[in-house]
């Protein structure tokens, strides 16, 4: 793999791609206008993480696109961080 040197270009570059298959579901939710569909799932993933039955169309089929997790990654690792964040990473910087 090439090392990557990260100037503005590179990193203004990046900025601009995010995820092509969630900024798709994102988009068409966005272009329906309905917002209180997202809001909505947004709230349950927050405040339960299962995945709800009544999911859009667009998040229920970027979810089955993107959930399986990578060989590497670690859950037991991914909850320690995750409860760290909700310990240390939550308030401002002031």
């Known amino acids: 793999m090439a090392r990557v040197q990260w100037t503005d270009e590179y990193l203004t570059q990046q900025r601009q791609s995010a995820d092509p298959i969630g900024d798709a579901a994102i988009r068409t939710i966005f272009e329906r206008r309905d917002i209180k569909e997202l809001d909505a799932f947004m709230g349950r993933l927050v405040a339960d993480d299962s995945i709800p039955a009544d999911l859009p169309d667009e998040i229920r089929s970027f979810l089955a696109e993107t959930s399986a997790l ?8 991914m909850r320690a961080a995750a409860r760290m964040f909700n310990i240390y990473g939550g308030g401002s910087v002031d």
């Open 70 to 77: 990578p060989s590497w990654a670690s859950v037991e690792q």
